[in-house]
């Protein structure tokens, strides 16, 4: 059982949350002007519904961001092929974009409503859900909470706790296993995350690997390609995908490097597109010529650098391209997920920071499909190594499209751990008028 100081604990966060209430609208307001909030649908973040609620067993699934909306959506399409209504809500403008192109009307998307008891309230009176599945690491005690009291079960999926999490989780003992004793079940990506899970109090805890592998791979506008390569032609790409400050400019210094050797065309894909305006300055400051997907520029002979400055195209980005740099590894920490220059057919490079997908960056290294630098100049030396030696740079391929089909299974190991909760919700459903989508 939690102590009494855990419980004074999620009180005064209670308190506290609603106390400040008020005054987080002036924020929305900011993430809004910023592109991050979107201003028409901000009373959702109240938990003031925008939408109806269908008819029948409803399962609310959470996924904070892009990656997440990615990695659960095999999952809800197959409760949704069940017969069960789904909500699905996100918490950034780009994860909503991908959730209507990738789900369109099979569910019903709403932003996350902030974590102050008011607004999860509003928002659990009105949905009614039945089932609550969390995506990866989103922990908000408030909204747990709440579920908790009134009894809906709540499943973490492709559960992941980083290494910065865990230790400020461990430093509160009590509060985590009061919190954690909340969750029905969790269904981690690892056996390391799993056990982190049970230190922190949540039980049962099962382990499935990454939902992200058994996703389908990134698509792309078939025309944009073919246009694109036509530009291209004979000249040799690699690939900075999910950049973060600082790694932009390691790509201009690779390319500046090598391009006098290999009329090089470099692609850098920024993680946080808002930012291109100065990473443009910045790479035309250096001399280079940038073409940015947002203008249409075509890829002459004499461009530089292509910049991928748009949302929900990385498969086309990764597509004209067979070696990617996979960013925040180098300067920031974390790393960002490898899977999809896998799966796409690239040779993986990454710096060493990957603490968020070690075991996948594992895989990976293992099977000879991804190697590590550790600054700028052993990326250069990667990059001109792989793009002439094309032994080595299929090898890499190979092993990479290997590693990904060795790693699939998570989406079956997942729904067989979600059977007890989904099946009274299908015989539920088969009982009342079945929604369309």
């Given amino acids: 059982m939690s102590s009494l100081r855990a419980r004074f604990a999620l009180s005064s966060y209670r308190w506290i949350g609603t106390a400040i209430y008020p005054l987080v609208w002036s924020y929305l307001a900011i993430r809004a002007a910023k ?46 092929r069940r017969g069960i209504a789904v909500v699905l809500t996100t918490g950034t ?7 209507v192109e990738r789900l369109g009307s099979a569910v019903v998307h709403q932003y996350v409503p902030l974590d102050f008891k008011p607004a999860v309230s509003r928002f659990l009176d009105y949905w009614e859900p039945d ?90 506008d078939p025309k944009a390609l073919k246009e694109y390569r036509q530009q291209i032609g004979a000249r040799k790409t690699w690939a900075a995908i999910s950049t973060f400050e600082g790694e932009e400019n390691a790509a201009a210094t ?4 090598l391009k006098d050797r290999t009329g090089l065309l470099t692609i850098v894909v920024p993680r946080h597109p808002e930012r291109c305006d100065a990473i443009e300055a910045a790479l035309v400051a250096k001399g280079l010529k940038v073409a940015r997907r947002t203008r249409n520029d075509p890829l002459t ?39 999809e220059p896998a799966m796409l057919g690239c040779a993986v490079l990454s710096g060493g920071n990957v603490q968020n997908f070690r075991e996948t960056y594992q ?10 630098v550790r600054d700028v100049e052993m990326l250069a030396k990667g990059v ?3 793009l002439g030696n094309d032994d080595m740079r299929r090898s890499m391929i190979d092993a990479g ?37």
């Fill in 35 to 80: 592109g991050k909030e979107d201003p028409t649908r901000r009373r959702e973040r109240y938990g003031y519904a925008s939408a109806p609620r269908p008819q029948g067993p409803l399962v609310w699934f959470h996924a904070a961001s892009v990656g997440e909306t990615t990695a659960v959506t095999p999952l809800i399409k197959e409760i949704r």
């Fill in 301 to 339: 002979p004499d461009v530089d650098i292509f910049l991928g400055d748009t949302i929900g195209e990385m498969g086309l980005y990764l597509r004209l391209t067979e070696v990617a740099f996979v960013g925040r590894s180098l300067f920031a920490e974390g790393g960002q997920n490898p899977l």
């Fill in 131 to 220: 089932l609550a599945i969390i995506a990866e690491s989103e922990i908000w005690p408030m909204t747990i909470v709440e579920l908790g009291s009134r009894h809906i079960p709540q499943v973490l999926v492709n559960g992941r706790l980083s290494d910065r999490t865990f230790a400020r989780w461990k430093k509160r003992p009590s509060l985590a296993e009061a919190l954690f004793e909340n969750l029905a079940l969790v269904i981690a990506q690892s056996d390391v995350d799993a056990e982190r899970f049970r230190t922190l109090g949540a039980l049962p805890v099962m382990v499935s690997g990454n939902l992200k592998v058994d996703t389908d791979a990134p698509p792309h």
């Fill in 384 to 386: 001109n190594y792989l």
């Fill in 254 to 257: 690779v390319h500046r490097a």
């Fill in 401 to 437: 499209l290997e590693s990904v089909q060795q790693m699939r299974g998570a989406l079956t190991a997942t729904i067989k751990g979600l059977e007890p909760y989904i099946n009274p919700l299908v015989v539920k459903a088969r009982l009342e008028p079945r929604v369309e989508g």
């Fill in 363 to 372: 895989m990976l290294a293992k099977n000879g499909s991804a190697k590590i």
């Fill in 93 to 99: 403008t780009t994860s909503a974009r991908v959730a």
